[in-house]
């Protein structure tokens, strides 16, 4: 009887026990397949987070790109342009020796006659023969043509360097053309400069031309860059701001990549940053797997799982941090000020410099004027930092598109801005510096449609003295002179001597 009430014990207590192991099995199953529903949810929206993630980092990446190229591009112009008003200048040759010093991004400057013979050039020995290049032959049989920017060869004269041009060309009395001035530039230098400013990882740059030609790319690939690019997207019609998202095979490395594109339309080019598509699927296919094994896992070690996700998101969060930490970086050690779009003081300093250069070598006159807003922490006390600010970026605006093209305007501190207006007289300078200070007394900067803001500015101007190798001193005469108008009652313009 004992042994028989032992056994029914037995008996049911596996009972009992298989019982529980269904029950906890089911709610295991359960609790898996319901984690793993809820984990494929999950999934999905990571998935659309590493895409929108990977869009993000490649429009950031674009638009430090596209500001580095269009400075770079504007710079080799503005050289370009310069060499042909030194067409007859005396011993030019060493003159282009001692501008190719200055940056060691530019290849070669040449001077090309009309026939294509290379005149002068930056390199020693005999000059290449150029007659066959683009940045040639284009503006020869085009007449209309400005500016010609060429697509990426390899040198002839240059052991083999990736190179493209900006030429610009000559016109003899009579206007007709009279050979080319050529500015080269390295592509391997750009890039080098590219890589450090860029974290790239798996991302490439490239600038390329309307029909496909390449301009430059990073990284170089080993079959090299002088490629077509056969499907391009249409120009356009709204500007340059737009970017544009698609998938491309890669003629560089048979890739397909994912592509973000905007267009430079001053230039008419396209800066392009692609990362490959490869990549992008392997880490969300990366991603499922994680979350289909944490599925069997997740209440057991639910602490281990909130771990990891805390760790992938911060990972993620880290890697965005530092882009827009190098954004940031980037933006600081630009040539631009923020808000009104106007050169730095720093990049005016070093155009100074040149200018300074220029006229001790070749002669000629320079006038500095310092500009600044009369009232201007009235203004802002009146009617707010936000009126103040839009006063500031209307004055650079209208001292933007009313100075010359041999003139060159910067921000140089607060409401203080800097002119320098080099081939200019004494005389000339004051008259240029008036007529700036009535284009601004004419502003109309409205904080509502009944309450315009008065702007007026003062000036002080000088000139560079021949035997001064710095603007430091002429800087120090516009401000007394400056000093002198605000103090001889505003909105007028004074001569530093």
Same mark, same amino acid.
């Given at each position: 009887?004992?042994?028989?009430?032992?056994?029914?014990? %037995?008996?049911?207590?596996?009972?009992?026990?298989?019982?529980?192991?269904?029950?906890?099995?089911?709610?295991?199953?359960?609790?898996?397949?319901?984690?793993?529903?809820?984990?494929?949810?999950?999934?999905?929206?990571?998935?659309?987070?590493?895409?929108?993630?990977? !869009?993000?980092?490649?429009?950031?990446?674009?638009?430090?790109?596209?500001?580095?190229?269009?400075?770079?591009?504007?710079?080799?112009?503005?050289?370009?342009?310069?060499?042909?008003?030194?067409?007859?200048?005396?011993?030019?040759?060493?003159?282009?020796?001692?501008?190719?010093?200055?940056?060691?991004?530019?290849?070669?400057?040449?001077?090309?006659?009309?026939?294509?013979?290379?005149?002068?050039?930056?390199?020693?020995?005999?000059?290449?023969?150029?007659?066959?290049?683009?940045?040639?032959?284009?503006?020869?049989?085009?007449?209309?043509?400005?500016?010609?920017?060429?697509?990426?060869?390899?040198?002839?004269?240059?052991?083999?360097?990736?190179?493209?041009?900006?030429?610009?060309?000559?016109?003899?009395?009579?206007?007709?053309?009279?050979?080319?001035?050529?500015?080269l530039v390295t592509v391997e230098s750009l890039n080098g400069d590219l890589e450090k400013q860029l974290v790239l990882g798996d991302y490439s740059l490239a600038i390329l031309?309307?029909?496909?030609?390449?301009?430059?790319?990073?990284?170089?690939?080993?079959?090299?860059?002088?490629?077509?690019?056969?499907?391009?997207?249409?120009?356009?019609?709204?500007?340059?701001?737009?970017?544009?998202?698609?998938?491309?095979?890669?003629?560089?490395?048979?890739?397909?990549?994912? !592509?973000?594109?905007?267009?430079?339309?001053?230039?008419?080019?396209?800066?392009?940053?692609?990362?490959?598509?490869?990549?992008?699927?392997?880490?969300?296919?990366?991603?499922?797997?994680?979350?289909?094994?944490?599925?069997?896992? !997740?209440?057991?070690?639910?602490?281990?799982?909130?771990?990891?996700?805390?760790?992938?998101?911060?990972?993620?969060?880290?890697?965005?941090?530092?882009?827009?930490?190098?954004?940031?970086?980037?933006?600081?050690?630009?040539?631009?000020?923020?808000?009104?779009?106007?050169?730095?003081?720093?990049?005016?300093?070093?155009?100074?410099?040149?200018?300074?250069?220029?006229?001790?070598?070749?002669?000629?006159?320079?006038?500095?004027? %310092?500009?600044?807003?009369?009232?201007f922490k009235r203004i802002n006390d009146e009617f707010g930092h936000q009126i103040g600010d839009s006063v500031l970026a209307a004055l650079a605006a209208c001292l933007d598109?009313?100075?010359?093209?041999?003139?060159?305007?910067?921000?140089?501190?607060?409401?203080?801005?800097?002119?320098?207006?080099?081939?200019?007289?004494?005389?000339?300078?004051?008259?240029?510096?008036? %007529?700036?200070?009535?284009?601004?007394?004419?502003?109309?900067?409205?904080?509502?449609?009944?309450?315009?803001?008065? !702007?007026?500015?003062?000036?002080?101007?000088?000139?560079?003295?021949?035997?001064?190798?710095?603007?430091?001193?002429? %800087?120090?005469?516009?401000?007394?002179?400056?000093?002198?108008?605000?103090?001889?009652?505003?909105?007028?313009?004074?001569?530093?001597?």
């Amino acid at each position: 009887m004992n042994t028989m009430n032992s056994i029914s014990s %037995l008996d049911k207590r596996k009972t009992y026990g298989i019982s529980a192991y269904v029950y906890v099995t089911a709610i295991t199953l359960l609790a898996c397949v319901s984690s793993g529903i809820l984990l494929w949810q999950k999934n999905t929206a990571e998935a659309e987070d590493i895409r929108n993630t990977a !869009v993000k980092i490649t429009e950031a990446k674009l638009s430090v790109f596209q500001a580095y190229v269009k400075k770079s591009l504007e710079k080799y112009d503005y050289i370009a342009k310069d060499l042909r008003n030194r067409k007859h200048t005396g011993n030019i040759d060493n003159e282009l020796k001692r501008l190719h010093a200055l940056d060691p991004k530019i290849m070669d400057m040449l001077y090309m006659n009309r026939d294509g013979v290379t005149v002068n050039w930056t390199g020693e020995g005999a000059a290449p023969k150029a007659a066959d290049r683009e940045f040639y032959t284009e503006l020869r049989d085009n007449p209309s043509m400005t500016r010609y920017i060429s697509a990426v060869k390899r040198s002839r004269a240059r052991d083999g360097k990736w190179f493209f041009s900006i030429s610009r060309p000559l016109e003899d009395q009579f206007g007709s053309f009279d050979g080319v001035t050529v500015v080269l530039v390295t592509v391997e230098s750009l890039n080098g400069d590219l890589e450090k400013q860029l974290v790239l990882g798996d991302y490439s740059l490239a600038i390329l031309k309307e029909n496909g030609k390449t301009l430059m790319r990073v990284p170089i690939p080993a079959a090299g860059i002088d490629q077509t690019v056969r499907k391009m997207p249409a120009k356009p019609a709204s500007g340059s701001d737009m970017i544009f998202h698609s998938e491309a095979l890669s003629p560089y490395d048979n890739k397909v990549r994912l !592509v973000a594109w905007q267009y430079l339309p001053e230039y008419q080019l396209w800066a392009v940053v692609t990362k490959p598509k490869d990549n992008v699927e392997k880490a969300l296919r990366s991603n499922l797997s994680n979350n289909l094994i944490l599925s069997f896992f !997740v209440y057991a070690f639910l602490g281990l799982a909130a771990a990891l996700v805390v760790m992938h998101l911060k990972r993620t969060r880290k890697e965005f941090n530092a882009l827009e930490r190098e954004k940031s970086e980037l933006t600081v050690q630009a040539q631009t000020d923020a808000l009104t779009g106007l050169y730095n003081r720093r990049f005016f300093y070093k155009c100074a410099e040149l200018e300074i250069s220029r006229m001790q070598r070749y002669g000629g006159s320079i006038a500095i004027a %310092l500009i600044d807003v009369d009232n201007f922490k009235r203004i802002n006390d009146e009617f707010g930092h936000q009126i103040g600010d839009s006063v500031l970026a209307a004055l650079a605006a209208c001292l933007d598109q009313g100075k010359r093209q041999t003139d060159f305007v910067a921000r140089y501190g607060g409401e203080e801005f800097v002119m320098l207006f080099s081939h200019t007289s004494c005389q000339q300078a004051g008259k240029y510096a008036e %007529l700036i200070r009535q284009r601004v007394e004419q502003l109309h900067i409205e904080k509502t449609e009944e309450c315009p803001v008065p !702007v007026t500015i003062s000036i002080g101007f000088s000139m560079i003295l021949s035997n001064e190798n710095t603007i430091e001193s002429a %800087l120090h005469r516009a401000d007394v002179a400056l000093y002198k108008s605000k103090t001889g009652g505003k909105n007028r313009v004074s001569l530093g001597k």
